[in-house]
């Protein structure tokens, strides 16, 4: 069933716009997700994953190399969002001075954003900007969900305790952040990251499916958000 609704709804995403500043933005209308993570992470890779698109979003052996913020539009009333990653040593300062003013700007004012992916690499530890951007989003009361991404190159074993570590690290720190195991190379946990973003677009709640563009951070996403944090951890949490 739910198999039917992906199939029919990511194969028309396409390439909407790539913007340098936050005033070049689209229209402020209807529904977007974004995906934030250092550079390299694998943001691009599990846009594509997620929407079933192999070459959507560019990736790229090459670490920073994405600055503009990619829109990519799922439908005429929702769209992807790729930002640029953070996090490269050899960015200037001033580049990393406007990166935080655009970052600000989206984060804490774009009315149609209804939650963040976050990417981070499952063999790095969360970076001081992974803990500001989960601050921001936090703070401007944004659902965020981690992807922890490229857990094919770790064992089962070591994937699952880096995954319980980070919930661990997430609920001491005090935020309702929901966390999960991703490889956009074996596949793994793509279709729950999929059911997600659908589920903040809209595209399966049956009052959200109506009116995608009257749906305000204050609502459901939210606390969606909190309750996968619910959820998720407790089913997870087995050693070894
Ligand atoms: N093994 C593995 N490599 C990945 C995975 N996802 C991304 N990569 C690689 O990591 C590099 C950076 O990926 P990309 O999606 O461009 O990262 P971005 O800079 O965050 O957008 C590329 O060489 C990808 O092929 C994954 O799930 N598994
Ligand atoms: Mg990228």
Excluded at 121 to 138: A, H, K, V
Excluded at 148 to 161: F, N, Q, T
Excluded at 172 to 183: E, I, K, N, P, T
Aim: proline content about 5%; overall charge positive.
């Amino acid at each position: 069933m739910q198999k039917q609704v992906i199939g029919t709804f990511f194969p028309e995403a396409t390439f909407l716009l790539s913007v340098d500043t936050p005033e070049q933005m689209p229209p402020d209308r209807g529904a977007e997700v974004a995906f934030a993570g250092r550079s390299n992470a694998g943001k691009s890779s599990a846009l594509n994953a997620i929407s079933g698109r192999r070459m959507l979003a560019r990736t790229s052996k090459t670490p920073g190399r994405t600055r503009l913020i990619n829109f990519f539009a799922v439908d005429p009333s929702r769209r992807l969002v790729d930002l640029p990653g953070y996090g490269y040593a050899k960015v200037p300062v001033s580049v990393r001075e406007r990166w935080q003013e655009s970052m600000a700007v989206f984060l804490g004012h774009r009315r149609c954003l209804r939650g963040v992916v976050m990417v981070a690499d499952i063999r790095q530890s969360l970076g001081p900007l992974d803990w500001q951007m989960l601050t921001w989003c936090l703070d401007a009361r944004m659902p965020v969900h981690l992807l922890l991404s490229k857990s094919d190159k770790l064992s089962h074993g070591a994937a699952v305790r880096a995954l319980v570590a980070a919930r661990r690290m997430l609920e001491d720190a005090g935020m309702a952040v929901s966390v999960q195991l991703f490889s956009a190379s074996s596949r793994e946990g793509v279709d729950e990251a999929r059911a997600l973003v659908l589920d903040w677009l809209g595209v399966d709640g049956r009052e959200n499916k109506k009116n995608p563009g009257n749906k305000g951070r204050e609502s459901g996403a939210y606390k969606q958000s909190r309750k996968n944090l619910r959820d998720f951890p407790r089913s997870g949490r087995r050693s070894g």
